[in-house]
């Protein structure tokens, strides 16, 4: 559908919040956490944080919690009886103020779950989210969206985008069908678009480098030891990088119980020394270079050619929550500038 453009007074945005929670729906949105700005379940507009260029983890968790239970098992007599998650049960929920490169994620994590056999789970929780953006005023030198296709105001992945306008005034974009509905209770409140000028609130974020060239050079370099050792020498395999990632989706599975109890999914990273541990003892994977080079390799080279998408929206999560500042923007202009 085209996109509609029209304004929302903030006092209408509180209105629409209330609704939201009247009509059963959970609001997933960033609030202030001690230091830290992070998202958490609130019940008013008053509690989401909007000033802030990111917040620390993701709003993944909504359709990739940290750990999910996949089945419950009963064993009675050698008969063993699984009973699967009720889907039906599922919360519908509203993520408000996400970044626009946050709601891109969603589309590199939905053909990650729907790849070859589609996820069940992931997509039952993705039906449930009504994405609601909100445009960067602000970046940092992390940031890198316009690298990666993405932008301040970039409208992919929301059903609506908010563009603060300063005064208590909003620029509403109503993106899809969900979106629509969405604010369907407020409607008489919303103003048609008074020529507002998106461009002058958004952020400035020069690109880095260019996706075209990373790619063109990373199949070249996969054999050149030297250079991942080189880009990996500070790396200390703890995984920060990949928990606050919008897109990163390595998972393991537990049992936990003896003759009853659950099986989990759990998130995990290609970065841990025992992602790939074959019960052999082998691991193909046993240098930590060679696992940088896969965290590479899989958002710039094996996503977009399997799965015609990135697995990077430029975030700058991962930059920031390095404790050795390995820095994505720095290391993917080594990429480009590198002579296979």
């Known amino acids: 559908m085209a996109i509609e453009t029209t304004s929302i007074k903030r006092e209408t945005l509180e209105k629409l919040f209330s609704n939201w929670l009247s009509e059963g729906k959970r609001i997933l949105a960033p609030k202030k956490l001690g230091d830290h700005v992070d998202f958490a379940l609130v019940g008013s507009l008053a509690e989401v944080s909007l000033d802030q260029v990111q917040t620390v983890q993701s709003p993944k968790i909504a359709v990739f919690p940290r750990v999910e239970e996949l089945l419950a098992f009963q064993s009675t007599d050698g008969n063993v009886q699984l009973r699967e998650r009720d889907l039906a049960v599922l919360p519908e929920t509203v993520i408000f103020g996400l970044r626009p490169c946050d709601a891109a994620a969603f ?8 790849w070859d056999t589609p996820d069940k789970l992931f997509s039952a929780r993705l039906e449930k989210i009504t994405v609601v953006g909100l445009s960067c005023s602000r970046a940092d030198e992390y940031c890198f969206c316009t690298s990666v296709g993405g932008g301040p105001g970039a409208a992919a992945g929301s059903d609506i985008l908010l563009t603060d306008m300063g005064r208590e005034d909003f620029l509403l974009e109503i993106i899809s069908e969900k979106g629509r509905q969405a604010v369907r209770s407020v409607s008489a409140g919303l103003q048609p678009d008074a020529a507002m000028d998106k461009e002058s609130r958004l952020a400035r974020v020069t690109p880095a480098f260019t996706v075209e060239k990373i790619s063109s050079v990373l199949a070249a370099l996969f054999d050149d030891a030297s250079f991942w050792e080189k880009q990996s020498l500070r790396c200390l395999g703890c995984g920060a990088c990949a928990y606050v990632c919008p897109t990163c989706a390595c998972f393991d599975i537990q049992d936990e119980g003896g003759a009853s109890g659950k099986r989990l999914r759990c998130w995990d990273s290609c970065g841990f020394g025992l992602f790939t541990l074959h019960t052999s003892g082998h691991n ?5 270079s060679q696992r940088w080079r896969q965290r590479l390799m899989h958002k710039f080279s094996y996503m977009p050619e399997r799965q015609s998408v990135l697995g990077c ?6 930059s920031r929550a390095c404790p050795v500042d390995m820095n994505m923007v720095e290391h ?5 500038e590198a002579k296979p």
Not at 284 to 288: C, E, F, K, T
Not at 313 to 318: E, P
């Open 332 to 336: 993917m202009r080594a990429v480009a």
């Open 107 to 114: 589309a590199s994590l939905k053909a990650i779950f729907d």
């Open 284 to 288: 193909p994977r046993p240098l930590q």
């Open 313 to 318: 929206v430029g975030c700058g999560r991962c």
